[in-house]
């Protein structure tokens, strides 16, 4: 009897599935290695204690198992950012019929997912192609700006007469409204489609680097420049389109060597003195406002009217409610595809709820919590109390401006609930992990999970 423990033992450890088992206290008795690496906790400190010390209850379907001792199949999972699973859990019951625990067993999709990674992109092909076909015309660039709503087709029309001519262009807009997207598009209905955009996010590059980054260097123009010289990104994007994303972040000295490349058409490398001519179309976006920054004397006007030759504005979702539908429904069809589940039914109440929220993240906010809801939502049919656990706990649709200070007390419990979130996701969900990084028991850091409402 013992040996064959002990050959169980061995076998259960070999399996590449995560395999967890608890008694009827909750308590771990085995967690085998695929288990380890899966959540990063060693058996040893995970070991006939209570699993909820170690994972928030809502996690773990083999406390559902206890509770129903009910089996459940093929549930989907993100234990961390990496990695997909899909859940088999069965209650364990001994000679008398009486539940003494429950077994859990983890697969691994990862690899299936990734696979389907690219199924999105290649939808979104596959509708311009349909469209293509149709109307047996060329594809319109902009049919990627998704929407009908009046304020999104001013900016598309006046876009579309952007892209006819040479002039530079500006594209202001509050963060994830597009304005890279409209950039791309503009290029792509433009004579220069054929030829390259270069994209350039001024706010990620290093101010000791955005000389080398934009214009290049000669070979030897300093230590550990490449021995060939480099093409700075301005100069890729010779014949074609240059966007520079967040050029409000451009240093004023930039500022003063890109306004000589608008007004003379050459650039100078890093080490060169004769100069090189370019033939470059500008789109630059920013959502700060470039007025108030040439008042405060950190952006140079006479870029700024360089830049602001053409200018559109990317209208905020809350401005472009009409699109809410529309656009939740092609979300949730791509992610439904992506990873391969039922996409749930939202109910009117709910998107009362959609339209009525303030959007401060605009269409990205929006598609990020469409794919939240394909990943976590195990409901076929949502309604408004289902939605309202998916948007932001700090945010609240049309929160009235009469509403009181918030209190230091309350200012003090933001500030925690959002280290605790940090640090989990730094420890991709290792409660045990977060804990000892955050200087307080696993008990206490379960306590104000439960108490914030964090998940995962």
Same mark, same amino acid.
């Given at each position: 009897?013992?040996?064959?423990?002990?050959?169980?033992?061995?076998?259960?450890?070999?399996?590449?599935?995560?395999?967890?088992?608890?008694?009827?206290?909750?308590?771990?008795?085995?967690?085998?290695?695929?288990?380890?690496?899966?959540?990063?906790?060693?058996?040893?400190?995970?070991?006939?204690?209570?699993?909820?010390?170690?994972?928030?209850?809502?996690?773990?379907?083999?406390?559902?198992?206890?509770?129903?001792?009910?089996?459940?199949?093929?549930?989907?999972?993100?234990?961390?950012?990496?990695?997909?699973?899909?859940?088999?859990?069965?209650?364990?019951?001994?000679?008398?019929?009486? #539940?003494?625990?429950?077994?859990?067993? $983890?697969?691994?999709?990862?690899?299936? !997912? %990734? &696979?389907?990674?690219? +199924?999105?992109?290649?939808?979104?092909?596959?509708?311009?192609?349909?469209?293509?076909?149709?109307?047996?015309?060329?594809?319109?660039?902009?049919?990627?700006?998704?929407?009908?709503?009046?304020?999104?087709?001013?900016?598309?029309?006046?876009?579309?007469?952007?892209?006819?001519?040479?002039?530079?262009?500006?594209?202001?807009?509050?963060?994830?409204?597009?304005?890279?997207?409209?950039?791309?598009?503009?290029?792509?209905?433009?004579?220069?489609?054929?030829?390259?955009?270069?994209?350039?996010?001024?706010?990620?590059?290093?101010?000791?680097?955005?000389?080398?980054?934009?214009?290049?260097?000669?070979?030897?123009?300093?230590?550990?420049?490449?021995?060939?010289?480099?093409?700075?990104?301005?100069?890729?994007?010779?014949?074609?389109? #240059?966007?520079?994303?967040?050029?409000? $972040?451009?240093?004023?000295?930039?500022? !003063? %060597? &890109?306004?000589?490349? +608008?007004?003379?058409?050459?650039?100078?490398?890093?080490?060169?003195?004769?100069?090189?001519?370019?033939?470059?179309?500008?789109?630059?976006?920013?959502?700060?406002?470039?007025?108030?920054?040439?008042?405060?004397?950190?952006?140079?006007?006479?870029?700024?009217?360089?830049?602001?030759?053409?200018?559109?504005?990317?209208?905020?979702?809350?401005?472009?409610?009409?699109?809410?539908?529309?656009?939740?429904?092609?979300?949730?069809?791509?992610?439904?595809?992506?990873?391969?589940?039922?996409?749930?039914?939202?109910?009117?109440?709910?998107?009362?709820?959609?339209?009525?929220?303030?959007?401060?993240?605009?269409?990205?906010?929006?598609?990020?919590?469409?794919?939240?809801?394909?990943?976590?939502?195990?409901?076929?049919?949502?309604?408004?109390?289902?939605?309202?656990?998916?948007?932001?706990?700090?945010?609240?649709?049309?929160?009235?401006?009469?509403?009181?200070?918030?209190?230091?007390?309350?200012?003090?419990?933001?500030?925690?609930?959002?280290?605790?979130?940090?640090?989990?996701?730094?420890?991709?969900?290792?409660?045990?992990?977060?804990?000892?990084?955050?200087?307080?028991?696993?008990?206490?850091?379960?306590?104000?999970?439960?108490?914030?409402?964090?998940?995962?």
């Amino acid at each position: 009897m013992i040996n064959d423990l002990f050959y169980l033992d061995a076998v259960l450890s070999s399996e590449d599935d995560a395999i967890t088992i608890v008694n009827n206290k909750k308590e771990v008795l085995f967690w085998n290695d695929a288990a380890i690496q899966t959540y990063n906790i060693p058996f040893e400190e995970i070991k006939n204690k209570p699993i909820t010390d170690f994972f928030y209850n809502d996690d773990l379907m083999v406390l559902k198992v206890l509770e129903t001792k009910e089996p459940v199949h093929n549930i989907y999972h993100r234990p961390r950012k990496d990695k997909h699973v899909v859940i088999n859990a069965t209650p364990i019951f001994d000679e008398a019929k009486q #539940l003494i625990g429950a077994v859990s067993v $983890e697969r691994d999709i990862t690899q299936i !997912v %990734k &696979l389907n990674d690219n +199924l999105e992109t290649t939808s979104a092909e596959l509708d311009e192609l349909r469209q293509k076909v149709n109307t047996n015309t060329e594809v319109n660039p902009f049919y990627k700006l998704k929407g009908k709503s009046i304020p999104l087709q001013q900016t598309i029309r006046i876009a579309h007469k952007a892209a006819k001519t040479e002039a530079t262009t500006l594209v202001l807009g509050e963060s994830g409204t597009g304005k890279e997207i409209c950039a791309r598009a503009i290029h792509e209905a433009s004579p220069r489609k054929d030829s390259p955009f270069i994209p350039v996010n001024c706010g990620a590059i290093p101010n000791a680097l955005f000389e080398s980054e934009l214009f290049g260097y000669e070979a030897g123009s300093f230590t550990g420049a490449d021995k060939k010289g480099k093409a700075g990104k301005i100069e890729m994007a010779d014949g074609g389109t #240059l966007f520079l994303d967040e050029v409000g $972040e451009l240093p004023l000295d930039m500022q !003063v %060597k &890109l306004l000589r490349v +608008l007004q003379e058409n050459s650039i100078y490398r890093i080490g060169d003195s004769t100069g090189k001519e370019v033939d470059v179309r500008f789109i630059a976006a920013t959502n700060q406002n470039l007025e108030q920054l040439m008042d405060e004397k950190k952006f140079r006007s006479d870029l700024f009217y360089r830049l602001n030759v053409i200018q559109l504005t990317m209208p905020p979702l809350r401005e472009r409610v009409d699109d809410i539908p529309e656009l939740t429904d092609l979300f949730l069809k791509q992610f439904s595809a992506k990873y391969q589940v039922a996409s749930p039914e939202i109910k009117a109440d709910a998107f009362q709820l959609l339209l009525q929220y303030n959007w401060p993240g605009n269409v990205r906010e929006l598609r990020n919590i469409m794919e939240r809801i394909i990943i976590l939502s195990e409901k076929p049919i949502m309604n408004k109390q289902d939605l309202i656990s998916y948007l932001p706990s700090t945010l609240h649709p049309h929160q009235s401006e009469a509403e009181p200070t918030p209190s230091l007390a309350g200012e003090k419990e933001n500030i925690e609930k959002q280290l605790i979130e940090e640090t989990l996701n730094q420890t991709n969900g290792n409660k045990s992990d977060a804990a000892r990084r955050l200087g307080i028991s696993r008990v206490t850091l379960y306590n104000k999970i439960k108490k914030y409402g964090i998940r995962g």
